[in-house]
């Protein structure tokens, strides 16, 4: 079930520490949440991040709901990619390849160097604009002033991306050697600079972020060519171009029109997935009937996928079939309790029925193994709220908006949450979290 989570224009700038030189935040940042979708991106990551010396638990992949061409990282446990990127790449090898030089920007401890890039940028573009302020001040020409503030922050985009160059060819290096100890054709690096050639002679307007966050050179290209020429290729992996395929089958199922998924369902990579792009199809054009038959086919040709249940679920809910999706959900959740966005779903559900105490059970499941899905907290309060429990429903909500940055909101929420629950307990010291948080912020 692909769904959209907001992050605050604040937290999106510190998740893009990597590009905030390039492109300024603009507006709130969506991450894509689906449990398939997430699931097939673990599979694809797992043996490049093993052999990078990194814990695939601990490493998330996380989609971003951005048709440009991007991925970067901005700390030590999340690879970010956008959803256009996903998209566009024609192959497992070509995606994993992406991962693969996320991953050596962790490994090879670039993240730390390039914080200190950052404040080292900040700190150049803030002279800059106090020069320009005392310009000002003085009486000089407005357009002068504003032209010297320009000037600083360029030059401080200068320093920060000339740090990186060299970065970018040691993560090259890395990245085709993470890739054949995992077993992995590493020509799929070459791939994914196909898709960029020509970028850098657009306009920096008209490239796409990853050219502006991975710059490249005919020498790195060269390079890296001969990298990837110089190994032997391990052949495709039918199962990792099968979870490639997954993944951007259900993804372009939700982003393009329900038309254009019907006329390319020949081109799904096999015919369960060709049924699930077809069901999400029908959904999308409000089809009960011929949506439940694709996704059931899809179910009978690989029985117990919680996934392809996942998807029932999430269909029978949102076309108000409520005991159904509760069952489909349950069932779904049975085969993989551990999956938070499953059980969030059945919560959903169990909520839309009426039975509060077991939805609440299950919403608090979902929470506690990813407390950031801002959903799972709306619904949880909820649930806090129709059991009698306001106190809960007021510190769940004040985590909500402290997530999406409404630090106002979150901070009014807080204090209530704060009177009304016990002292020193577990919850009002989220609360307390909550208000530290909101007062830092302010």
């Given at each position: 079930?692909?769904?959209?989570?907001?992050?605050?224009?604040?937290?999106?700038?510190?998740?893009?520490?990597?590009?905030?030189?390039?492109a300024p935040a603009q507006a709130a940042t969506?991450?894509?949440?689906?449990?398939?979708?997430?699931?097939?991106?673990?599979?694809?990551?797992?043996?490049?991040?093993?052999?990078?010396?990194?814990?695939?638990?601990?490493?998330?992949?996380?989609?971003?709901?951005?048709?440009?061409?991007?991925?970067?990282?901005?700390?030590?446990?999340?690879?970010?990619?956008?959803?256009?990127?996903?998209?566009?790449?024609?192959?497992?090898?070509?995606?994993?390849?992406?991962?693969?030089?996320?991953?050596?920007?962790?490994?090879?401890?670039?993240?730390?160097?390039?914080?200190?890039?950052?404040?080292?940028?900040?700190?150049?573009?803030?002279?800059?604009?106090?020069?320009?302020?005392?310009?000002?001040?003085?009486?000089?020409?407005?357009?002068?002033?504003?032209?010297?503030?320009?000037?600083?922050?360029?030059?401080?985009?200068?320093?920060?991306?000339?740090?990186?160059?060299?970065?970018?060819?040691?993560?090259?290096?890395?990245?085709?050697?993470?890739?054949?100890?995992?077993?992995?054709?590493?020509?799929?690096?070459?791939?994914?600079?196909?898709?960029?050639?020509?970028?850098?002679?657009?306009?920096?307007?008209?490239?796409?972020?990853?050219?502006?966050?991975?710059?490249?050179?005919?020498?790195?290209?060269?390079a890296l060519e001969a990298l990837v020429?110089?190994?032997?290729?391990?052949?495709?992996?039918?199962?990792?171009?099968?979870?490639?395929?997954?993944?951007?089958?259900?993804?372009?199922?939700?982003?393009?029109?329900?038309?254009?998924?019907?006329?390319?369902?020949?081109?799904?990579?096999?015919?369960?997935?060709?049924?699930?792009?077809?069901?999400?199809?029908?959904?999308?054009?409000?089809?009960?009937?011929?949506?439940?038959?694709?996704?059931?086919?899809?179910?009978?040709?690989?029985?117990?996928?919680?996934?392809?249940?996942?998807?029932?679920?999430?269909?029978?809910?949102?076309?108000?079939?409520?005991?159904?999706?509760?069952?489909?959900?349950?069932?779904?959740?049975?085969?993989?309790?551990?999956?938070?966005?499953?059980?969030?779903?059945?919560?959903?559900?169990?909520?839309?029925?009426?039975?509060?105490?077991?939805?609440?059970?299950?919403?608090?499941?979902?929470?506690?193994?990813?407390?950031?899905?801002?959903?799972?907290?709306?619904?949880?309060?909820?649930?806090?709220?129709?059991?009698?429990?306001?106190?809960?429903?007021?510190?769940?909500?004040?985590?909500?908006?402290?997530?999406?940055?409404?630090?106002?909101?979150?901070?009014?929420?807080?204090?209530?949450?704060?009177?009304?629950?016990?002292?020193?307990?577990?919850?009002?010291?989220?609360?307390?979290?909550?208000?530290?948080?909101?007062?830092?912020?302010?």
């Amino acid at each position: 079930m692909i769904r959209h989570t907001i992050l605050s224009r604040l937290t999106a700038l510190v998740m893009a520490l990597s590009v905030m030189a390039a492109a300024p935040a603009q507006a709130a940042t969506t991450l894509l949440r689906d449990a398939d979708m997430e699931y097939a991106l673990r599979q694809l990551a797992a043996p490049i991040l093993t052999a990078a010396g990194l814990s695939p638990q601990q490493v998330k992949i996380i989609v971003i709901d951005d048709g440009s061409l991007n991925a970067f990282v901005t700390d030590t446990r999340h690879i970010f990619l956008h959803s256009g990127l996903i998209m566009r790449l024609d192959s497992a090898e070509a995606l994993q390849a992406v991962i693969a030089h996320e991953a050596a920007h962790i490994a090879n401890g670039h993240i730390a160097r390039r914080l200190g890039n950052l404040r080292a940028a900040r700190t150049a573009a803030g002279i800059g604009m106090a020069l320009a302020a005392a310009a000002a001040a003085a009486g000089a020409n407005s357009q002068a002033a504003a032209a010297a503030a320009i000037g600083s922050q360029s030059s401080a985009m200068r320093l920060f991306m000339s740090h990186t160059r060299a970065e970018e060819s040691a993560a090259d290096i890395s990245s085709v050697r993470f890739m054949m100890r995992a077993g992995v054709d590493p020509r799929g690096a070459l791939e994914v600079q196909k898709l960029f050639r020509g970028q850098e002679a657009l306009s920096v307007g008209r490239q796409d972020p990853y050219m502006r966050t991975h710059p490249m050179t005919r020498d790195r290209q060269r390079a890296l060519e001969a990298l990837v020429a110089g190994q032997k290729s391990p052949g495709r992996d039918a199962t990792a171009q099968y979870w490639f395929k997954r993944a951007q089958g259900k993804l372009t199922a939700f982003k393009r029109a329900p038309s254009w998924t019907l006329r390319r369902l020949k081109d799904s990579g096999s015919q369960d997935i060709a049924h699930m792009r077809e069901a999400v199809a029908w959904h999308r054009q409000s089809n009960l009937k011929k949506s439940l038959s694709a996704i059931d086919r899809a179910i009978a040709l690989r029985p117990g996928d919680p996934y392809l249940l996942e998807l029932k679920g999430q269909i029978l809910l949102e076309s108000r079939q409520f005991g159904a999706a509760v069952q489909i959900y349950q069932a779904a959740a049975n085969r993989a309790p551990r999956e938070p966005l499953i059980l969030g779903g059945l919560g959903r559900s169990l909520l839309a029925t009426g039975n509060h105490r077991q939805a609440l059970k299950a919403l608090e499941a979902a929470r506690g193994r990813d407390f950031t899905d801002a959903r799972v907290l709306r619904d949880l309060a909820v649930a806090y709220a129709k059991t009698g429990q306001p106190g809960m429903a007021s510190v769940v909500t004040a985590e909500r908006y402290a997530l999406q940055g409404r630090l106002k909101d979150a901070r009014l929420h807080a204090e209530r949450a704060v009177a009304t629950l016990p002292r020193g307990s577990a919850p009002w010291q989220r609360a307390q979290d909550v208000l530290s948080a909101a007062k830092q912020a302010k």
